[in-house]
């Protein structure tokens, strides 16, 4: 089984037209993703790879079925984008688009939550469940994806897109296959956190371990950490933090929006301890993750 997307998974792309859409269809359609419909707003009728491109999102999820969308437009019209797919009844909506303004996001994200729609990312790679759907760019090409991932019992979820696909990576070449993998996004406010997948794949009989990919910066490994107590999870969880030497080099610049460090606020170190404190296996090295799964999967 798999979380969020899975074989019945019916993809609308915002801004199918656009190059980097225009690839990452091309990748998901080779790797077996149902691509159903594009969206951009004027080139209704055209179609990329055999998909056919429509001038509105309803229009693809009335002659399609479209249930999830992948997002990527200009980071100005995001919002808009993001509203006409809830409204047309999408209930999955993946934002891969990067350096969208924080009060456009704050916006969508509380519409869709009254509307009862999920928002990932923005500035997410998307979401894979391996072999059977894959919704964004996450992974690259088709054969790439299938090297990197395969099926099993470990969930990932990972503030970093690439990292994402690194640690899946390092998993399968251990013989330890995934059940779903979430890019939710490196920027400092998204609309999927680590606390809302959790429940996801507490309730999903195929994953017996969850992975989190951490970075400094922000307070969500901390407000993760206590809901994993309160929540009285039993489904184990290892995690890795990546750059602790932010924590030494006051000013040093680390990739993400998100990293913004002062002092012991969004230090790595404060992170470390709430999380082991929490009772997540919090591990000192990347390749660490194997032994630590090896000893608590089942199979």
Same mark, same amino acid.
């Given at each position: 089984m798999a979380i969020l997307i899975d074989d019945a998974t019916r993809i609308v792309v915002q801004g199918i037209t656009g190059r980097e859409a225009t690839t990452f269809t091309k990748h998901s359609l080779d790797y077996g993703a149902k691509v159903v419909a594009g969206c951009t707003p004027g080139k209704g009728g055209e179609s990329i790879y055999g998909v056919p491109v429509y001038d509105?999102?309803?229009?693809?999820?009335?002659? %399609?079925g479209a249930n999830t969308s992948v997002i990527s437009v200009p980071a100005g019209f995001v919002r808009g984008a993001v509203y006409e797919a809830v409204d047309a009844g999408?209930?999955?909506?993946v934002v891969v688009t990067e350096r969208v303004p924080r009060h456009d996001v704050v916006d969508f994200i509380a519409f869709a939550n009254e509307r009862g729609a999920r928002i990932v990312g923005p500035n997410s790679l998307g979401i894979l469940s391996p072999p059977r759907a894959k919704a964004g760019m996450v992974g690259g090409p088709a054969a790439d994806v299938?090297?990197?991932?395969?099926?099993?019992?470990?969930?990932?979820?990972?503030r970093s897109g690439g990292m994402t696909?690194?640690?899946?990576?390092?998993?399968?070449?251990?013989g330890i296959g995934q059940s779903t993998c979430v890019s939710i996004g490196g920027d400092p406010m998204v609309g999927t956190t680590y606390m809302d997948v959790l429940p996801l794949f507490q309730e999903d009989p195929?994953?017996?371990a969850m992975v989190i990919f951490c970075e400094p910066g922000g307070?969500?490994?901390?407000?993760?950490?206590?809901?994993?107590?309160?929540?009285g999870s039993t489904l184990p969880v290892f995690a890795f933090i990546a750059g602790r030497f932010v924590d030494e080099m006051p000013g040093m610049?680390?990739? %993400?929006?998100?990293?913004?460090v002062e002092g012991e606020r969004g230090s790595t170190r404060t992170k470390m301890a709430a999380m082991r404190a929490a009772g997540i296996h919090v591990v000192e090295e990347l390749h660490d993750?194997?032994?630590?799964?090896?000893?608590v999967l089942k199979t």
């Amino acid at each position: 089984m798999a979380i969020l997307i899975d074989d019945a998974t019916r993809i609308v792309v915002q801004g199918i037209t656009g190059r980097e859409a225009t690839t990452f269809t091309k990748h998901s359609l080779d790797y077996g993703a149902k691509v159903v419909a594009g969206c951009t707003p004027g080139k209704g009728g055209e179609s990329i790879y055999g998909v056919p491109v429509y001038d509105c999102v309803a229009e693809a999820v009335e002659r %399609h079925g479209a249930n999830t969308s992948v997002i990527s437009v200009p980071a100005g019209f995001v919002r808009g984008a993001v509203y006409e797919a809830v409204d047309a009844g999408v209930q999955l909506v993946v934002v891969v688009t990067e350096r969208v303004p924080r009060h456009d996001v704050v916006d969508f994200i509380a519409f869709a939550n009254e509307r009862g729609a999920r928002i990932v990312g923005p500035n997410s790679l998307g979401i894979l469940s391996p072999p059977r759907a894959k919704a964004g760019m996450v992974g690259g090409p088709a054969a790439d994806v299938r090297k990197a991932y395969t099926e099993g019992p470990v969930g990932i979820v990972s503030r970093s897109g690439g990292m994402t696909t690194e640690i899946a990576n390092l998993l399968t070449q251990a013989g330890i296959g995934q059940s779903t993998c979430v890019s939710i996004g490196g920027d400092p406010m998204v609309g999927t956190t680590y606390m809302d997948v959790l429940p996801l794949f507490q309730e999903d009989p195929a994953t017996q371990a969850m992975v989190i990919f951490c970075e400094p910066g922000g307070n969500a490994e901390e407000t993760f950490s206590e809901f994993y107590v309160k929540g009285g999870s039993t489904l184990p969880v290892f995690a890795f933090i990546a750059g602790r030497f932010v924590d030494e080099m006051p000013g040093m610049r680390f990739g %993400h929006a998100a990293v913004l460090v002062e002092g012991e606020r969004g230090s790595t170190r404060t992170k470390m301890a709430a999380m082991r404190a929490a009772g997540i296996h919090v591990v000192e090295e990347l390749h660490d993750l194997v032994g630590g799964l090896r000893a608590v999967l089942k199979t």
